[in-house]
């Protein structure tokens, strides 16, 4: 089965600076790609996502590149704000296979004002 | 309306109980789940429904029984259980049919389960 994983599991970046977070999966046949936000007691909320046929996204100060061949995807934050801290997921999905996601264990994004 | 909701928010229940969960969404999806979240874990997929008819099951052990009762609403019965099953039960929903956004799941606020 799909297998995630996620780097670095704790980031910690001075407001103004970027951050970047990195997923490998494991199963080529993966298709669909989201990043998810969870902030303490809150439910995950979709930041950004992308799909296999797609190689770069970007929604204001989130992006988020996709190299299928080296089977990894990243989220990148500019100029990031302390409302940015949170715990961010990768996940990966197989579309023909249930719409079974598989979540990375997540990064724990700290801002330092 | 762009939300899933549950109830209720928070349940404590003795390991003898019987109780359950329950999830809504208006937003005319055809796939319903339910993960569970332990602290500073990711979500954990126990269930998936697609089109009211379960399609995923994760040897989710059988004192939680889902249900969907029709297409915006989903039950999780929770019955004799642990207290290592105390953690956060999250709905989500996604459209479930093609389309490009056929695959974003949304989720809802969650419920925080404690067994005593």
């Known amino acids: 089965g799909e297998n995630v994983e996620q780097h670095p599991s704790t980031l910690s970046v001075q407001e103004g600076d970027s951050a970047v977070i990195k997923c490998t999966y494991s199963?080529?046949?993966?298709?669909?790609f989201p990043w998810y936000k969870q902030e303490l007691g809150k439910r995950p909320q979709l930041i950004i996502d992308i799909r296999s046929n797609v190689g770069e996204k970007k929604d204001q100060r989130i992006a988020v590149t996709l190299n299928k061949t080296a089977k990894h995807f990243s989220l990148h934050i500019t100029e990031t704000q302390p409302e940015d801290s949170a715990v961010y997921f990768c996940?990966?999905?197989?579309?023909?296979?249930?719409?079974?996601?598989?979540f990375g264990p997540g990064t724990r994004l700290s801002v330092l004002p | 309306d762009t939300e899933v909701t549950q109830t209720p928010k928070h349940l404590v229940m003795g390991m003898t109980n019987k109780k359950s969960l329950k999830c809504e969404q208006h937003?005319?999806?055809?796939?319903m789940y339910w993960y569970k979240q332990k602290a500073k874990k990711p979500p954990e997929l126990m269930f998936v429904y697609s089109y009211e008819k379960l399609s995923i099951n994760e040897s989710v052990p059988s004192r939680f029984s889902p249900e969907c009762p029709n297409s915006s609403l989903l039950n999780l019965h929770l019955h004799a259980l642990q207290p290592e099953d105390s953690a956060l039960y999250l709905c989500a929903s996604s459209q479930g049919s093609g389309g490009r956004h056929a695959d974003t799941q949304y989720f809802g606020p969650g419920t925080r389960l404690t067994v005593l």
């Open positions: 937003m005319g999806h055809r796939a």
């Open positions: 199963d080529s046949a993966s298709n669909y």
């Open positions: 996940a990966a999905l197989k579309r023909n296979y249930g719409q079974n996601f598989v």
